[in-house]
């Protein structure tokens, strides 16, 4: 039985050592979902760390698709 089977985590960081920190929890059975989202700003960290096999351990990696605003 994981510890935390029955958590759900969304995870938006920013840096390395957050994404590293939401692998660990889904280590311990949360599920965790990366959310990106291409209207806002990219995170400050280098892009080679946003695909790092450590950063997204565990994790569902989910891009929201762009919508056109309506006036």
Known sequence: MS???????????GRLAGAIG???????GATV???ED????APPEPESWQNHPIALAG?????????ADEA
């Open 3 to 13: 510890a935390l089977k029955d958590l759900v985590i969304v995870e938006r960081a």
């Open 22 to 28: 939401a692998s660990l929890l889904a280590e311990l």
């Open 33 to 35: 979902l990366r959310v």
């Open 38 to 41: 291409p209207r806002l700003p």
């Open 59 to 67: 994790k569902r990696r989910l891009r929201l698709s762009e919508v």
